[in-house]
């Protein structure tokens, strides 16, 4: 087995007793003590919860009674996602002693499907707010060069599956924050179609935007999770009354005979991209022609026109949710979280209407747009990590990102590595398909995952 | 790029927000205002939509695929 296993190597070892569950948790423990102070993946670890669960998954196992391919998976979570009995600060001097007393729904599918949790991972504050080095915990850093952000707000399991210090995580999308971290950690990440996942237990950001989702170092690994994470949930309201289809079966079936769009104006135009970032798009689209797929160009409204909407939707319902804090604690908020969530409280209920309006609007558009092919691509994000700066800023608002059109219109994303950049950094692609159609996504990114040597390179730590 | 609302304009929206910067925080804030009221005149559109152009009230995705081919 190598050093660091995926999902699917470490299950297939563990079916063996090749190694223990208690085996491959001490393992990763040992890694985390290593790696982490560098690194600052975790806010907490739990290390008598991590054995007690690999203990219960290793007499399954010794029972010839595994729950599945998740039984004995060390994982964590991203600290906004609750986790009873264990505290869940969202990164914030607000939430620092929270400690809730029931299981978000997605936590408890996946300890249902045998787990391991090892702790709490950094996130931006409230999913927003960062990277922000005057908050109570640091920042993750970008375990391929850690003078560099890991992008967020998904930070800790970006940073925690890239340094191999977990075999995959949880995280949450409200305009990139699965993918954007998967792209500039090097990792794979999918946020599914709206609904797809609980977002019960979760701590919002949104209502409408939010997706939950997750992290691991291969797309059949994001699928494993995928599945456990799936499926209705009466106490999420947006939770999709759809059936869970297998996000694995199909994984190997290529993509000869599918119709790609590539949205050439995202990343020539719009925001345009370094050399690495394009390089790595025109190999993504050799790649899909080589394996049989038909590249076809897609025009989609600009990027600026979903980021107007996104944008404001985004900081107007947070805003709403912050609000009684905003008006008697901005102070304790970290700089960044403040400034952005600042601008909800001065838009108007009738412009929010308008961006609502809006939304409808981008969501005809897309679809009219996607009526003859199967699946877009597009740039991830328009460089590789960026350094840390000095100082907390405010939001770029002058460089609309490429995750946020499909916050809006809610269909499922993901960004797999494209390859990497001249200072050994990855850069990420991004495949979106049409709502709940995340086999076919699953099965596109594997593809490309699979003739690419990418997943052969880890940071060398 | 320069906001096109004034400075006591823009002071008087955070007071109506209810919210309490300070007044560094309050200039820098109002150094992203231009971008957020670029975005606004997009949301708003050069004309006025159609009563019937409806907001997305209950979010639900559009153009569904049944089987996730």
Avoid at chain 1, 364 to 383: C, I, K, Q, S
């Amino acid at each position: 087995m190598s050093e660091v296993p995926t999902i699917a190597e470490a299950a297939r070892q563990l079916a063996r007793r090749a190694i223990s569950p208690v085996e491959l948790t001490r393992a990763m423990q040992q890694r985390i003590e290593r790696l982490d102070p560098a690194i600052n993946a975790f806010i907490l670890q739990t290390p008598e919860r991590a054995l007690a669960d690999a203990s219960a998954a290793e007499t399954r196992f010794m029972a010839g009674a595994p729950l599945g391919p998740l039984d004995g998976i060390p994982i964590a979570h991203k600290d906004i996602y609750n986790t009873a009995g264990i505290r869940t600060t969202a990164h914030s001097r607000l939430l620092a002693d929270n400690v809730p007393d029931a299981d978000a729904t997605t936590v408890a599918k996946l300890r249902a499907a045998g787990t391991v949790m090892l702790g709490k991972l950094a996130t931006h504050e409230f999913a927003i707010g960062g990277p922000d080095f005057a908050l109570p915990w640091p920042p993750a850093r970008n375990p391929w060069n850690r003078e560099h952000v890991t992008a967020g707000s998904s930070s800790g399991t970006g940073a925690a599956v890239a340094a191999g210090m977990i075999l995959g995580g949880t995280g949450s999308d409200t305009g990139g924050s699965i993918r954007g971290p998967a792209a500039f950690c090097g990792v794979a990440g999918i946020k599914p179609t709206y609904g797809r996942c609980s977002r019960a237990g979760v701590l919002p950001l949104t209502y409408s935007m939010d997706h939950t989702g997750p992290l691991a170092w291969t797309v059949e690994d994001c699928a494993l999770l995928l599945q456990a994470m799936a499926g209705h949930d009466a106490a999420d309201p947006a939770s999709a009354n759809r059936p869970v289809p297998d996000f694995t079966a199909g994984l190997r079936r290529g993509v000869a005979g599918l119709r790609i769009g590539l949205v050439r104006h995202f990343h020539e135009t719009d925001q345009k991209v370094n050399p690495a970032v394009q390089q790595a798009i025109d190999r993504a689209v050799a790649v899909y022609r080589d394996q049989g797929a038909e590249i076809r160009e897609v025009t989609l409204p600009s990027l600026f026109e979903f980021q107007a909407c996104g944008f404001l939707i985004l900081v107007t319902e947070a805003f709403a949710l912050h609000e009684p804090w905003m008006r008697t604690r901005r102070a304790e908020y970290g700089r960044t979280m403040a400034a952005r969530v600042s601008y909800g409280g001065l838009i108007s209920g009738a412009d929010y209407v308008q961006a609502l309006r809006r939304r409808r609007e981008l969501c005809a558009a897309v679809a009219h747009a996607m009526e003859d092919v199967d699946l877009l691509l597009t740039a991830a994000a328009a460089t590789e990590a960026t350094p840390f700066l000095p100082e907390p800023t405010g939001p770029q608002l002058d460089k609309p990102g490429f995750y946020i059109p499909f916050n809006v219109t809610g269909q499922p994303a993901m960004t797999v590595c494209g390859g990497f950049g001249e200072g050994g950094l990855p850069v990420g692609i991004q495949l979106a398909a049409k709502p709940f159609a995340e086999p076919l996504l699953l099965r596109a990114a594997h593809a490309f995952e699979a003739v690419t040597p990418w997943r052969e390179r880890r940071p060398l730590l | 790029m320069k906001a096109r609302t004034t400075e006591a304009d823009f002071a008087a929206l955070i007071r109506h927000a209810g919210i309490s910067p300070s007044e560094q925080q309050i200039a820098e804030l109002y150094e992203g205002w231009a971008w957020i009221e670029q975005m606004l005149e997009r949301l708003r559109g050069p004309s006025p939509r159609p009563r019937e152009a409806e907001p997305a009230h209950v979010f639900v995705p559009l153009a569904v695929v049944e089987d996730g081919r």
